[in-house]
């Protein structure tokens, strides 16, 4: 009898115990976010007092109302946009291309090995240390401050990523329905576009999604290589921080709204994310 | 409609041989099974007759036609996966329908033949669904629509009864024997299941270790097998074997082994008159294989035996009633044989009894190659 009320007690120290846990992991998830938005809505004297406001008493929409009359604003926000998702699409299309002809062409083991490596070095050393020579490449192309320029990088910065994500959902596809398609007469396009592309969609989409994001958020190298034309949403940001002030309020404010635009597409991308859609085609 | 012919095929994996200089002649409208246990090339077979896998050697013909070299699309075949491997983002019309339309047949008569198999397979009420709404058995029928609707020149099936529980296998057997002696179709079907094998094939390749042991048709083979694999992989339960030895005494054929005693098994001339051995009669000495089917053996009970001259002497171990029959599993010796016998024969387990061939039924073996001594 008391080893059972032992036990059942231990069972109860164990939940809390997970509780606890989860609600610390929710506060270092989700703190950031509360302070960001709630930074923006802060009247700039508040932004800096010491110590820091933690739940703000009084608000204002000044910061949003100030960054929404910057110049150009909406400009480098449609920029933003378009290198986004045209990197996105370029990056997916690319990388799925590349993805299924290293899941489907057979070659020995050791080469796919190699080549998957070479495909991610892309991705091993800091961004910043190919800075230089893209600059310089860039502007040899005449490319500077142009939205091509940034969605070369970009989609070369993600495709690395496309690859072994795409090729890791290619592989789960059963290999009979590929057969099946080559038994209807498909060819090699018609099987990726019509049979397994769409199969892949909730890999599609989470790839997708991550790219998105990637390039939205992506500073180093809009930061470099636009100056006015080409400006995106983070060197905008990146202006309200200077030498000579620090203006939190308006930093938060845009990046408040720089959230919406992933949002919409994260949950426009979302009804992808359907697990087992393949449920059906072969019994296991 | 076509023939398949095949000319020293040969397939190899690296350092595997999975098919070994096969020669084979399908023809036009034939239902041929290949079968044998998992690994014995069947399934290669199958793949390279698709284009799925190019031989590494000989060539393979359809309609007279050398296609090595012709693509699987090219090849006006059609294909049944074990797996089925429907399309699942397509509903069943456009499963069925898409090999026609990669083909770009117009769009009426893809509806017109689509409509056609769907009503043969019984699944016209199903076309608006999606693979994973349907059970294993209307899958199945969707991966055959999907095949029948194309009007290939061959159907290749690789196990595709595989998947469905044992009661809807016997039921699909019998329709897919309809099927496709409605649709004329040369059949090339890989299955492990000899029963599948047996009831619906004209003729049955029984293939082992990427090598064709017997073709035939099911009963030939059956009741001839070539060799002792043969004997042992088709019929359930399997065929007996037992090790012997045979001589000749008296003009008399003496069948002897460590758990056969001496008497209890004499052939005489009619004997293997009756076994088509009388010509091979030289061959009956030395060491060598009985093998004897269950069917073949009956049980008597100790009391009714002492008059016949040919018995061993066994006791029952297990009876396992199946309804239609009684299957005995009997202890001669040291080996154990299994027997069938009728549902109303009332044998208890521990019963000793007298076991007596039908000798016109006895097979034998040799000791080292393995080769009927009848072939």
Redesign the interface.
């Known amino acids: 009898m008391a080893a059972a009320r032992t036990f059942v007690s231990q069972q109860r120290l164990g939940r809390l115990l997970l509780y606890l846990v989860t609600a610390a992991v929710l506060v270092a998830v989700a703190f950031p976010a509360y302070w960001l938005v709630t930074t923006a809505f802060k009247y700039e004297v508040d932004t800096i007092v010491s110590p820091p406001i933690i739940l703000p008493l009084r608000g204002t929409l000044r910061n949003f109302t100030d960054v929404l009359r910057v110049e150009h604003i909406g400009q480098f926000f449609l920029n933003s946009a378009l290198i986004a998702l045209v990197s996105t699409g370029l990056g997916v299309l690319l990388g799925s291309m590349a993805a299924y002809s290293l899941s489907k062409v057979y070659m020995a083991y050791r080469i796919r090995q190699v080549i998957m490596i070479w495909i991610l070095i892309v991705r091993i050393f800091p961004p910043i240390t190919t800075a230089i020579p893209y600059f310089v490449i860039i502007r040899g192309l005449n490319l500077s401050d142009t939205h091509v320029a940034l969605i070369l990088t970009h989609t070369a910065f993600t495709l690395p990523f496309v690859i072994w994500l795409m090729l890791g959902f290619f592989q789960d596809l ?1 290999d ?2 590929d ?9 090699l396009w ?1 099987r990726f576009c019509q ?1 397994t592309l ?2 892949a969609l909730p890999g599609i989409a989470v790839t997708a999604i991550f790219t998105f994001i990637y390039s939205w958020n992506e500073f180093l190298y809009a930061s470099m290589l636009t100056s006015r034309t080409a400006k995106t949403l983070p060197v905008v940001i990146a202006g309200y921080m200077s030498d000579k002030f620090l203006r939190w309020g308006e930093m938060s404010a845009l990046a408040a709204m720089m959230v919406v635009p992933v949002m919409i597409f994260a949950g426009l991308t979302q009804r992808y994310l359907v697990r087992g ?8 | 409609m076509a023939q398949i012919r095949y000319q020293h095929v040969g397939k190899r994996f690296g350092a595997v041989q999975a098919l070994e200089d096969l020669n084979l002649v399908v023809a036009d409208r034939e239902f041929v099974t290949l079968v044998g246990p998992s690994g014995c090339g069947k399934s290669t077979t199958l793949n390279l007759t ?1 284009g ?1 896998e190019d031989p590494s050697r000989g060539e393979i013909y359809i309609d007279g036609q050398l296609v090595n070299a012709v693509p ?3 090849r006006d ?3 049944v ?9 397509k509903t069943v019309r456009e499963n069925i329908g ?2 026609l339309k ?2 770009k047949m117009a769009r009426a008569e893809i509806e017109s033949r689509v409509q056609q198999a769907a009503q043969s397979l019984e699944i016209d009420h199903l076309l608006d669904r ?5 059970s ?1 058995g209307q ?1 199945q029928r969707v991966a055959l629509g ?1 095949a029948i609707t194309r009007n290939p020149k061959a159907f290749l099936l690789d196990e595709p009864l595989s ?1 469905l529980d044992a009661k809807l296998r016997i039921q699909m057997r019998a329709e897919l024997k309809l099927l496709f002696a409605r649709v004329e179709g040369t059949v090339l079907y890989v299955t492990h299941d000899q029963a599948e094998a047996m009831t619906l094939s004209d003729r049955v390749v029984v293939m082992h270790h990427g090598q064709v042991q017997q073709v035939g048709p099911p009963l030939e083979v059956y009741n001839q097998p070539r060799n002792l694999f043969v004997a042992g992989f088709l019929g359930s339960p399997n065929m007996n074997f037992l090790d012997c030895h045979l001589h000749v005494q008296d003009g008399m054929w003496q069948v002897q082994g460590e758990d056969m005693p001496e008497g209890a098994l004499t052939l005489t001339e009619a004997d293997l008159e009756a076994m088509d051995l009388l010509a091979h009669r030289d061959r009956l000495h030395g060491s060598a294989i009985l093998g004897i089917r269950p069917e073949d053996i009956a049980f008597s009970p100790r009391s009714e035996a002492d008059a016949t001259d040919s018995h061993l002497p066994c006791q029952v171990i297990v009876v396992e009633p199946m309804g239609s029959m009684n299957i005995l599993v009997v202890a001669v010796g040291r080996q154990r044989l299994m027997i069938s016998t009728g549902p109303d024969q009332d044998i208890r387990a521990g019963e000793r009894g007298w076991l007596t061939f039908n000798r016109a039924k006895l097979h034998f073996f040799h000791g080292e190659t393995e080769l009927n001594l009848r072939a």
């Open positions: 059963p009979a329905i057969k099946a398609a080559i038994m209807d007469g498909c060819s018609q049979i769409p199969l859609l393949t449920f059906g085609a072969v019994k296991e | 698709a799925l699987p699309g090219k075949i059609a294909m996966f074990q797996s089925y491997a429907l399309y699942p983002h898409f090999g990669v083909r999606k693979p994973r709404q349907l294993g899958r999907r998947n």
